[in-house]
């Protein structure tokens, strides 16, 4: 059974840096696509960013491309988005989700629970 | 690009088929997948490549994908299929996954 449990949210200030973890575990995690989307409070869901299998290939929405780095760990199962230069409206639920695809994106068949995080001054 | 217009709510009664719509230029070319998020849940996939259902969905639930909209359909709405549901497809060209905005369904 697929688990992915997201961490590393919390409060921080505009313009801070901050780091996200999924620790992937039920699953051949070194085979999978990857993303993150968050959703904001009372909002729908938004793509941020989405790694190939073996980290090699990223994909970023334009809202956070170069301001947040997806990259990943498939030794320690873990995937990771550096969050730099935080926005108010970064603020959100952060999900991590797992894609049955090797190398391009094509849907997510399973979701963590979410970390939250809060930008504010 | 593609921009994936869905209706911002959809309201059945019981018993009654919903259609949940999703519009693009061209989607009928594309692979769309659907999901559903029930409050406070994180979401789950219901229909994947277009027309398939993932182990434990319910039959009700189906989905279509031609010309410029792509369809969820659910038979016999029941209550507990109260719930946001997004469609999405991968955006080869730009390398962007894509979400339609959502659609809330209300089971009258």
């Known amino acids: ?121 | 690009s593609y921009v994936l217009t869905q209706p911002p709510s959809v309201s059945v009664a019981p018993g009654q088929p919903a259609k949940i719509t999703c519009g693009a230029n061209g989607i009928g070319s594309q692979t769309v997948h659907w999901y559903q998020q029930k409050a406070g849940e994180a979401p789950g996939v219901v229909i994947y490549s277009n027309e398939n259902r993932p182990s434990g969905i319910s039959e009700r639930f189906s989905a279509s994908n031609a010309g410029n909209t792509a369809t969820l359909t659910i038979s016999r709405v029941e209550a507990g299929d109260e719930a946001d549901y997004y469609c999405q497809l991968w955006d080869r060209n730009l390398g962007h996954v894509v979400f339609g905005g959502g659609t809330k369904l209300t089971v009258l």
């Open chain 1, 1 to 121: 059974q697929a688990r992915l449990v997201e961490s590393g949210g919390g409060v921080v200030q505009p313009g801070r840096s901050l780091r996200l973890s999924c620790a992937a575990s039920g699953f051949t995690f070194s085979n999978s696509v990857m993303h993150w989307v968050r959703q904001a409070p009372g909002k729908g869901l938004e793509w941020l960013s989405s790694s190939s299998f073996d980290g090699k290939t990223q994909y970023y929405a334009d809202s956070v491309r170069g301001r947040f780095t997806i990259s990943r760990s498939n030794s320690r199962r873990v995937l990771s988005l550096q969050m730099d230069s935080l926005r108010l409206e970064d603020s959100g639920l952060y999900y991590c989700a797992k894609d049955p695809s090797h190398t391009d994106p094509n849907h997510l068949d399973f979701w963590g629970r979410g970390t939250l995080l809060t930008v504010s001054s």
